[in-house]
Nanobody, 125 residues
Framework: EVQLVESGGGLVQAGGSLRLSCTAS????????IGWVRQAPGKEREGVSC????????YYADSVKGRFNISGDNAKNTVYLQMNSLKPEDTAAYYC??????????????????WGQGTQVTVSS
């Protein structure tokens, strides 16, 4: 059974930083894309960043480029999202998600093969 367990959300002032963590287990595939998808109330789901387990290449949505950094620790099956210079518009539920295989084509809007339970990020102005 695939499990994705997120941690690290919280409340922060604009300009602050948070680091999200996602620990994965139960995978039967060696190749996958893993990362973060967010959804704010009334807004569409957005795949903000992902990383390839195969070769470490990464993707960032334009809305977070230059502020967020994704990294992975294959030995711990954990992926991190360092979020800096946070803005109120970054407020959302952040979900760890996975797409099996090695293509990032569908990361922006899915579909995703599995999700975590999510962690809330709230940025106050």
């Amino acid at each position: 059974e695939v499990q994705l367990v997120e941690s690290g959300g919280g409340l922060v002032q604009a300009g602050g930083s948070l680091r999200l963590s996602c620990t994965a287990s139960g995978f039967t595939f060696d190749e996958y894309i893993i990362g973060w998808v967010r959804q704010a109330p009334g807004k569409e789901r957005e795949g903000v960043s992902c990383i390839s387990r195969n070769d470490g290449r990464s993707y960032y949505a334009d809305s977070v480029k230059g502020r967020f950094n994704i990294s992975g620790d294959n030995a711990k099956n954990t992926v991190y999202l360092q979020m800096n210079s946070l803005k109120p518009e970054d407020t959302a539920a952040y979900y760890c998600a996975v797409i099996f295989g090695d293509s990032m084509v569908h990361w922006v809007s899915g579909p995703y093969d599995d999700w975590g339970q999510g962690t809330q990020v709230t940025v106050s102005s």
